[in-house]
């Protein structure tokens, strides 16, 4: 049974830096691309950054600069390092585990991340 399980969320100042940790288990985390996303309240789930089976990343606009995704196959850990959050960052934070061929996905549980003074 594949779980993804994160961790590293909590509360923090504006400014502030957390990392994210998602490990993977039941499968081989190589096999797939890997995603970071969040949902603030009343909002849409939204993709906030992807590394790829072959370690090429991309980050939605918002985030481009501050946030850095990052893998370790060995560990089946995905990692994202949060820099100068800002409140707009709130928002519970899922990892995504995707694969073409043959099609699966799997969903973490999701950590909150809280970004106030």
């Known amino acids: 049974q594949v779980q993804l399980v994160e961790s590293g969320g909590g509360l923090v100042q504006p400014g502030g830096s957390l990392r994210l940790s998602c490990v993977v288990s039941?499968?081989?985390?190589?096999?797939?691309?890997m995603g970071w996303y969040r949902q603030a309240p009343g909002k849409q789930r939204e993709l906030v950054a992807v590394v790829t089976s072959d370690g090429i990343t991309n980050y939605v606009d918002s985030v481009k600069g501050r946030f850095t995704i990052s893998r370790d196959n060995a560990k089946n850990t995905v990692y994202l390092q949060m820099n100068s959050l800002k409140p707009d960052d709130t928002a519970v934070y899922y990892c995504n585990a995707n694969k073409l061929v043959p099609p699966r996905t799997y969903w973490g549980q999701g950590t909150q991340v809280t970004v106030s003074s």
């Open positions: 039941g499968t081989t985390l190589s096999l797939y691309h």
